[in-house]
């Protein structure tokens, strides 16, 4: 079986961001079911994949990220209201036998994604 897994960097401070709270959403046509609660660690990812085994499952998903939060509890200065403040992520799994990665590259700025493995 596949796996789900997160981790976010904070290229503002040039380093992996520890105590980012992430919340994972399935999603059935309009209904959005919170199904896992994580924080990153200190190497800026989760302690265990955030999906894996029998709860790995095709379908709709999306990751909601409380940078905003994150860069407030480190001190910087941001403005309210805040220009990233939480950072939602919708994605697809077809495979349930592959694995999904899907980091944030993150500032009070800017951030992105992109699909690893």
Known sequence: MGKLSTHVL???????????????????????????????????????????????????????????DYFAANGVSLPEPRFVDQVGIRFGIADVKANYHVPLVVTPWSWSTYRGS
């Open 10 to 68: 904070d290229t503002t401070l040039g380093r992996p961001a520890q105590g980012v709270h992430i919340d994972l959403y399935s999603i059935n046509g309009k209904e959005r079911t919170l199904i896992k609660q994580a924080i990153t660690n200190s190497d800026g990812r989760c302690d265990e994949p955030l999906l894996q085994d029998e709860s790995m499952a095709a379908g709709v998903f999306e990751l909601v990220f409380h940078a905003g």
